[in-house]
Nanobody
């Protein structure tokens, strides 16, 4: 299992970033995936999930309309386009995967595999 997140950095409020999560072939084709984040002093939370077939997504209310998940099957890579960033989006962002066709309860304990995080810092 391989999950490698990248693309974090420092951005001003209102700006955009795109995160990437490169997966191994088996992880990409056999898993449902998602993006998660953990802000300083807070618990890790779900940002958005994507079903294994790529057809079903679910976004956290806090990012709806601003963040978009996508994937490139040819590159075994998942993306998170983040627009109109605000200070509350500052966090370490992780990609994760579950060995299921879809996320059932939309809960962190469904995650079977974690990638390392990438830090996103939004300056106000």
């Amino acid at each position: 299992v391989q999950l490698q997140a990248s693309g974090g950095g420092l951005v001003q409020a209102g700006g955009s970033l795109r995160l990437s999560c490169e997966a191994s072939r088996s992880t990409f084709t056999d898993s449902s995936m998602g993006w998660f984040r953990q802000a300083p002093g807070k618990e890790r939370e779900i940002v958005v999930t994507l079903s294994r077939d790529g057809r079903s997504t679910r976004y956290a209310d806090s990012v709806k309309g601003r963040f978009t998940i996508s994937r490139d099957a040819a590159k075994f890579t998942m993306y998170l386009q983040m627009n109109n960033l605000n200070f509350e989006d500052t966090a370490v962002y992780y990609c994760g995967a579950t060995a299921r066709a879809r996320w059932r309860r939309w809960h962190l304990d469904e995650v079977d595999y974690w990638g390392q995080g990438t830090l996103v810092t939004v300056s106000s």
